[in-house]
T-cell receptor, first 116, second 111 residues
């Protein structure tokens, strides 16, 4: 059973446009929601993350919107650039206490292509 | 760059063989998690080590095993390799309850 559902599978956006990727989760024990960016042949790189006690977090051109009641969160990339072309993964984790933590549950990924 | 390194970068093995992958965690991090990423898929959790003890395991068979050393580096061992084990193997390091940072991965091909 997939615990984190991500859509769309692929996305094509014109340069300067807004890219929106959506995720939904099932497990209410999740308390940390990161987004990772992955270029071909590379490991995932942490992009931005949010905790469920806030509804929005913005870092530069990247914004996470979080809806706790709907168990949904989304990544918005403003002024999308060709260099943003990559695969984006949402993830969820129960961060744990006392030194240890749970494991990341990833969505299946969204391949973003930004056309010049 | 995250400071997490993995070796080797690529390797090719034959079905039935054994393989050891290595990960050096970011300085100061005490937790290492291993993930398997099949082509076109999101990473899948294999197991996690916290202060040299296994601290959780995903849905992988016992032929996937690991170690964490006193300097918090880690190994992933896979015995009796199968064709479906072909994937990118990622390790991620973290400090206790904080964010996980991934290495570049090891691309394993089983023929």
């Amino acid at each position: 059973q997939q615990q984190v559902k991500q859509s769309p599978q692929s996305l094509i956006v014109q340069k300067g446009g807004i890219s929106i990727i959506n995720c939904a989760y099932e497990n209410t024990a999740f308390d940390y929601f990161p987004w990772y960016q992955q270029f071909p042949g590379k490991g995932p790189a942490l992009l931005i993350a949010i905790r469920p006690d806030v509804s929005e977090k913005k870092e530069g051109r990247f914004t996470i919107s979080f809806n706790k009641s709907a168990k949904q969160f989304s990544l918005h990339i403003m002024d999308s650039q060709p260099g943003d072309s990559a695969t984006y993964f949402c993830a969820a984790i129960s961060m744990g206490y006392g030194g240890s933590q749970g494991n990341l549950i990833f969505g299946k990924g969204t391949k973003l292509s930004v056309k010049p | 760059e995250t400071g997490v390194t993995q070796s080797p970068t690529h390797l090719i093995k034959t079905r039935g063989q054994q393989v050891t992958l290595r990960c050096s965690s970011q300085s100061g991090h005490n937790t290492v998690s291993w993930y398997q990423q099949a082509l076109g898929q999101g990473p899948q959790f294999i197991f996690q080590y916290y202060r040299e003890e296994e601290n959780g395991r995903g849905n992988f068979p016992p032929r996937f095993s690991g170690l964490q050393f006193p300097n918090y580096s880690s190994e992933l061992n896979v015995n009796a390799l199968e064709l479906d084990d072909s994937a990118l193997y990622l390790c991620a390091s973290s400090l206790s309850e904080n964010e996980q940072y991934f290495g570049p991965g090891t691309r394993l091909t089983v023929t």
